[in-house]
């Protein structure tokens, strides 16, 4: 085939997939959540940019409630929320993406071990991976946050615990079903290496489901981390977090100090709002006859 | 097989299931940490003080004997003493289970109704504008922390309308005599209508936090198992016969639907316990939620893996139930 | 097998449409139909998957999902099926018109026992039947299909395909309606069970005196069944006749190749005859016969405009330009 012929068909059928992206439901939702989380991660990198104040340190009255020099109000120590809440992208996205790296270095391999290999192995993997799974997933990770007490990597050690079964589940199911798949048996016919197959065959079939549990798992990290915290086992003050922040303004509602605690929690749900979005669209784009039965 | 000897067949099934998670808690609250008693007395207690300590709770065992005595011990019922109370933890944790018990039951009861009415519906109405309004629900719904939404009650219902209180399961003195523990059903058991109202003031904005947030799945899940239920040929039988559209939808296409989402909602009912926690910290509510953050507060790691222990314990029995039922609603799982 | 005498029309269909409304427009997958069903007999409908003989099938219940529009008149034993309400519909479905489906896997409730789905009809329709009475019924029916009574504890997953499309007929016979429509009732089944299940239906249906609309795409079982056959394609009946006026004198080009396109048994003719060409797509259809792009005998006439029912003898009526010579002038009449 002449060479400028494919290019044009290549380009052409990209321009095809954008344009059905953007025309279908799945799309906008898409879309709509990347553009959250762009904006969350613009604000975590140039949150000292962004920022008014310091926000550690009092940068006015106690207790402000939202006006012209500070947005968002100011806490019980005066300091400026709207800084906090800016700030408090940083540790939500970091801790996040820590965890759900982890949890998928952990999960992945094991599940590729696990579904390729299959036999005595796979079943001992499945029934404490199916253990883990079943466990509420945020008392496990309070049990792991209190052994292993507050820090960033702590955290994200505690939350990835929990989700790491869930890369394993989706991985081993997907990969004992492509192992029996006429092209990998092929592969396998024409002397094939375990790795090569692995690696060439099986990883770039589960690498879309991948994508998907992954941004839905960086949705319920948030949450996870934004419920540590709130217990009091998150960072550690006066470092800014959301959850943290949350149970600092519950101590004072009573004086109705409502801005202490709206915004922290819009952030919350503005950001997981933006994982899910992303990773529902995603995912019934990617998937289209999975998003029905979940 | 009889559904007798399907329930006996699922609880040993769950023996293995049992021995690994009480393994996984184990691991987690022995296993990993450094030194439970130096982190209890502090950096500063003699040596002395502490190896007496060790000795005392068996921590100077071999790993794998400690592993032993904690199994057996469970099966004993025994979970030990609290470090801080010396108390027996099964003890402190039988008198905060009943009221997570009820929190978690009028939370369920309220996602239950909230999921099935508007999942039925939606799904009825399959891509028409309510049908939406459920998913946009379920998405928005899943991104508010059960806490920050407690917070908003709160706030609005007890500082703002002054209607609830926001703290607490009863006022002092109020409580009814003690039957099951839970406030409302032995105030209303003993016709005690004072404790009753007073009970349900308090637990009407925990649970309905608990329930809003835990509906989110509810909604999405009935809706979803209902749109394929609802395009079976059964369902199109069933109206072909005249039945009323009523017992098509419910008697017919809701309770076929009903073997995956309780598949499902055996799993979720996880995150109803999790939800529970967060639920119990923001209301003060004294259930074992604040009983297990109190006590990591305290350091007390013999009482906090007693709690884990319960909730291991609680789930495992919850998917015992939801099997049990599935088979009882689908007679195909039995045989 | 004769054709029954003195015709009272049980069922009656006038100038019946069903569009199937989507983004694009109108899917027009019944359109214009006219025919009568008489008592007691049973009228095979045939045709192409895609024909819309199903859909007019489970339009005469008003069972269709809702993007389907209906226009004409249906009339059972007098009454104007389509100026009825739902809830009065609700009360005809299965008392005096009844459906047996094509996949009896399928459509039995797999959580239900089988005396519930008896009892459950029975007493949505006769509430002042007792539990007792229902299960009596329940027991009589089955026994009419050849299910023992013992059965009724049991779960339809306990049955095989035959014996489930038995407990379909013996629901939708068991409140004796006047018209039973059967729509594919033994595509899946196989072939031995199918034979059974024919002549099950066969004497159910001369015991119970109901008449019966025969909706396959088998022209078998037709041949075997059927008094009159209608023969639908693309949303039109092209062709109503006694079965054996079809066989032996069909008149439209579609028919005759459809005959001709049947396999046989016979060794020495092994040619297969087939139609060149599919069906149109029915969306947005305009006027003009819809067999024309593949028809022998098009003429232009035949493109531009639908052709009348014409009406041969008093027992065969032909959608087709054709036959329409001697009625042109009054070929308006002749079509609503």
């Not at chain 2, 039988?94 to 239950?112: H, K, S, W």
């Not at chain 2, 409580?175 to 032995?186: A, C, N, S, V």
């Not at chain 2, 076929?256 to 509510?285: D, K, R, Y």
């Not at chain 3, 139909?33 to 007691?40: G, I, K, L, Q, T």
Request: glycine share 8%.
């Amino acid at each position: 085939m002449d060479r400028t012929v494919e290019v044009k068909f290549l380009s052409a059928s990209i321009g095809r997939a954008f344009r059905k992206f953007f025309r279908s439901g799945s799309g906008k939702m898409a879309f709509t959540g990347a553009v959250i989380l762009i904006i969350f991660l613009l604000a975590a990198v140039f949150a000292e940019q962004i920022a008014p104040y310091d926000p550690t340190v009092r940068s006015g009255k106690a207790f402000l409630s939202p006006n012209s020099e500070h947005i968002f109000g100011t806490d019980n120590l005066g300091r400026d929320m709207f800084s906090r809440v800016l700030y408090g992208s940083r540790i939500a996205l970091l801790i996040a993406f820590i965890a759900v790296l982890i949890a998928a270095a952990v999960g992945i391999p094991l599940g590729l071990l696990s579904g390729y290999v299959g036999g005595p192995l796979d079943r001992v993997l499945v029934l404490i991976m199916d253990a883990v799974y079943s466990f509420p997933g945020l008392i496990l990770a309070i049990a792991v946050a209190a052994v292993l007490g507050t820090g960033v990597i702590n955290i994200a050690v505690s939350i990835a615990v929990v989700y790491a079964p869930t890369y394993f589940r989706v991985i081993r199911n997907q990969v004992s079903s492509i192992k029996s798949e006429l092209y990998v048996e092929a592969a396998k016919a024409i002397g094939a290496k375990n790795w090569t197959i692995l690696l060439r065959y099986v990883l770039p079939n589960v690498l879309p489901s991948v994508v998907v549990v992954l941004s839905m798992n960086l949705a319920d990290a948030i949450m996870v981390e934004a419920g540590l915290s709130f217990l009091g086992l998150g960072i550690a003050p006066p470092t800014p977090d959301w959850g943290y922040d949350l149970s600092n303004g519950q101590r004072f509602i009573l004086m109705n100090d409502w801005w202490m605690i709206m915004f922290p929690g819009l952030a919350i749900i503005v950001l997981v709002l933006g994982f899910s979005l992303f990773s529902e669209g995603l995912n019934e784009y990617l998937n289209p006859n999975v998003g029905e039965r979940e | 097989m009889s559904l007798k000897t399907y329930i006996i067949a699922r609880i040993l099934l769950a023996v293995p299931m049992v021995l690994i998670l009480l393994t996984v808690v184990f691991v987690i609250m022995r296993v990993i940490p450094g030194d439970p008693v130096l982190t209890l007395l502090g950096g500063k207690a003699p040596i002395e003080v502490i190896e007496a300590k060790r000795h005392e709770l068996g921590l100077d065992k071999p790993i794998i004997v400690q592993y032993g005595e904690y199994l057996l011990n469970l099966f004993k019922g025994d979970l030990g003493k609290s470090l801080l109370t010396e108390r027996p933890i099964i003890e402190e944790l039988g008198d905060r289970l009943p009221a997570t018990v009820e929190l978690t039951i009028m939370g369920f009861i309220i996602a239950l109704v909230i999921g099935i009415f508007w999942g039925v519906e939606a799904a009825r109405r399959h891509d028409t504008a309510f049908d939406l309004s459920a998913r946009v629900y379920s998405i928005f719904i899943y991104s508010v922390p059960v806490f920050w939404l407690g917070m908003v009650f709160q706030l609005v219902f007890g500082v703002w309308l002054k209607w609830l209180p926001v703290a607490g399961r009863i006022p002092p003195l109020m409580e009814p005599k003690h039957i099951t523990g839970m406030y409302l059903f032995d105030a209303l058991l003993t016709a005690n209508w004072d404790s009753a109202r007073e009970a349900l003031r308090h637990l009407i904005l925990p649970s309905v936090t608990l329930g809003l947030v835990i509906s989110s799945v509810f909604v999405r899940m009935v809706r979803g198992n209902m749109v394929l239920s609802l395009s079976q040929d059964f369902v199109k039988a069933a109206r072909a016969r005249g039945i009323k559209e009523r017992a098509v939808v419910y008697r017919h296409a809701l309770k076929n639907a009903m073997v995956p989402i309780m598949t499902v909602l055996g799993l979720q009912l996880a995150l109803l316990f999790a939800g529970a926690v967060l639920t119990e910290t923001t209301f003060s509510w004294p259930g074992i939620g604040t009983y297990l953050i109190q006590k990591i507060r305290y350091r007390d790691f013999m009482a906090v893996q007693g709690a884990i222990v319960i909730y291991a314990l609680i789930v495992v029995t919850l998917s015992i139930v939801v099997d049990i039922v599935n088979a009882w609603i689908d007679p195909r799982i039995r045989y | 097998m004769n054709i029954v005498d003195g015709k009272e029309a049980v069922c009656r269909i006038e100038d019946f449409r069903v569009h199937y409304m989507t983004f694009d427009g109108p899917v027009k997958a019944v359109d214009g139909v006219n025919m009568e069903v008489y008592r007691e007999e049973t009228l095979g409908l045939v045709g192409e998957s895609g024909c819309g003989k199903s859909t007019l099938g489970s339009a005469l219940l008003k069972i269709l999902p809702r993007t389907a529009r209906m226009s004409g008149k249906v009339y059972l034993e007098g009454e104007d099926l389509m100026s009825k309400m739902e809830k009065e519909m609700q009360k005809l479905r299965g008392a005096k018109i009844a459906m047996i489906f094509q996949d009896p896997m399928t459509s039995l409730n797999p959580i239900m026992k089988v005396k519930d789905h008896f009892t459950e009809m029975i007493r949505t329709h006769k509430p002042e039947v007792s539990e007792e009475q229902a299960l009596e019924m329940a027991a009589r029916a089955l026994e009419e299909v050849g299910i023992s009574e013992s059965r009724l504890n049991d779960y339809p997953f306990q049955f095989s395909g035959g014996m489930r499309q038995r407990m379909m007929i013996a629901l939708s016979i068991v409140l004796r309606p006047a018209l039973v429509i059967a729509d594919e009732p033994t595509t899946s089944l196989d072939v031995i069970v199918q034979a059974q299940i024919l002549q099950l239906m066969k004497e159910i249906q001369s015991h119970i005196r109901s008449s019966m609309i025969l909706i396959t795409h088998d022209l078998g079982v037709v041949a075997e069944m059927a008094h009159r056959i209608g023969v639908m394609y693309a949303g039109h009946l092209v062709e109503l006749a006694p079965r054996d006026v079809i066989y032996y004198r069909p008149l439209h080009p579609y028919t005759v190749a459809l005959l001709e396109s049947v396999p046989n048994t016979d060794i020495n003719d092994m040619d297969l005859d087939y139609i060149e060409g599919y069906p149109p797509s029915l969306l947005n259809i305009g006027e003009g016969c819809r067999f024309a792009d593949r028809c022998p005998k098009v003429m232009k006439l035949c493109r531009d405009r639908t052709p009348p029912d014409v009406q041969i003898d008093e027992e065969h009526i032909v959608k087709c330009w054709l036959y329409a010579d001697s009625f042109e002038e009054d070929e308006d009449n002749a079509s609503g």
